[in-house]
């Protein structure tokens, strides 16, 4: 299997209990866990893309926007892998302390200009910090796993 890469943003503990639970329901979704690769952002370049077989992003929303961190990392990425990663599956979170939506909109732009592949609809995480964010969060990462094992995506 090709490698499914995890790139978390995780300025804070609840955004760190995220990411611990995605890449939990990222190994529940497959035996091949040598295949699965969490990383921040800044540490992912251009041929970790290239090379994957899936991809999640987890982002905060900060000043109506993803993440810096999130947006440098997509910067870096945009151009080398434009017309050779079409139809990469992906899987989003953002979470929100009040909102979302402009993160949202910026990161269906750019996953439509790359021509990626939602797997679900984005999971926004809005509003004061709920334990129910980490399951469906968990469930994102069990779902793309499971489906790029099973050759469902
Ligand atoms: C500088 C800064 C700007 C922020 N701007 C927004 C914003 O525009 N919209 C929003 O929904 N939340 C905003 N937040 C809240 C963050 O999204 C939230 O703190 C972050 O996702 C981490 O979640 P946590 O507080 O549960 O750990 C901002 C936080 C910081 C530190």
């Known amino acids: 299997m090709k490698p499914i890469i995890a790139v978390c943003h995780t300025p804070s503990d609840n955004t760190r209990l995220l990411a611990a639970a995605l890449l939990r329901g990222m190994q529940a979704g497959t035996e091949q866990h040598d295949a699965l690769c969490q990383l921040p952002p800044r540490d992912v370049e251009a041929s970790h893309v ?38 990469l599956p992906v899987g989003i979170y953002i979470r929100a302390g009040q909102d979302g939506r402009g993160t949202a909109r910026q990161l269906e732009t750019i996953i ?8 679900q ?9 709920e334990p129910g964010f980490a399951d469906e969060v968990e469930t994102l990462g069990c779902t793309l796993s499971a489906g790029i094992e099973a050759g469902i995506f």
């Open 50 to 87: 290239l090379a994957a077989g899936g991809l999640i992003i987890g982002t905060t929303e900060n000043f109506g926007s993803m993440a810096g961190l999130t947006k440098d990392f997509l910067e870096r990425i945009y151009y080398p892998c434009l017309e050779k990663t079409q139809g």
């Open 121 to 129: 609809p984005m999971l926004t995480l809005r509003g004061p910090f």
């Open 112 to 119: 439509t200009g790359l021509r990626w592949r939602m797997v």
